[in-house]
């Protein structure tokens, strides 16, 4: 028996590939009668690039909020633009927005565990000539790793105009 879908985590790198699986994300959702969890995950910086480790604190702590605040509204521009393409509100699906640091794949993977998501809807590169793309490399390592359904959604190539998105 197929357990129901109650918590979608939608995992998002603010690219236009993510903004495309924002899509299936909002149409699970309402099929299902489910709640979507958006997720952005910021990388931490190499050490090597901060030279002071009290100064990197420092950094850290009086920019996280603000950084915190572009992503949430960005996240939020891109929900009204899927929105306006669909016709319809999805506010009231998306019932968190979290943004973490840390490496993407295991901060997608422990999140979809600590808050209790059945599904985990990413978007993927597609076929570039780079394998190894930064939002692929993440996918694999998801698909290899995650103990639930995961939705890896490739943006068609000439079938949508990526200026809608």
Do not use: W
């Not at 979507?36 to 910021?42: D, G, P, T």
């Amino acid at each position: 028996m197929i357990p129901k879908i109650k918590k979608i985590l939608y995992a998002t790198d603010l690219s236009k590939n993510s903004v495309y699986a924002f899509y299936y994300a909002i149409d699970m959702a309402k099929t299902h009668d489910a709640k979507i969890i958006a997720l952005h995950v910021i990388e931490p910086l190499p050490t090597f690039l901060i030279t002071f480790e009290d100064f990197q604190d420092q950094v850290e702590q009086d920019r996280r909020e603000e950084v915190n605040q572009k992503i949430k509204k960005r996240i939020e521009e891109e929900r009204q633009k899927v929105d306006a393409q669909m016709a319809s509100s999805s506010i009231e699906l998306v019932s968190e927005t979290l943004i973490q640091t840390g490496h993407p794949a295991e901060r997608i993977l422990r999140t979809a565990e600590e808050e209790d998501c059945d599904v985990i809807v990413l978007g993927s590169h597609g076929k570039e000539p780079l394998i190894q793309t930064f939002l692929g490399s993440v996918c694999r390592s998801v698909l290899h790793q995650s103990r639930k359904p995961v939705f890896v959604i490739p943006l068609p190539l000439g079938k949508i105009s990526t200026d809608s998105i």
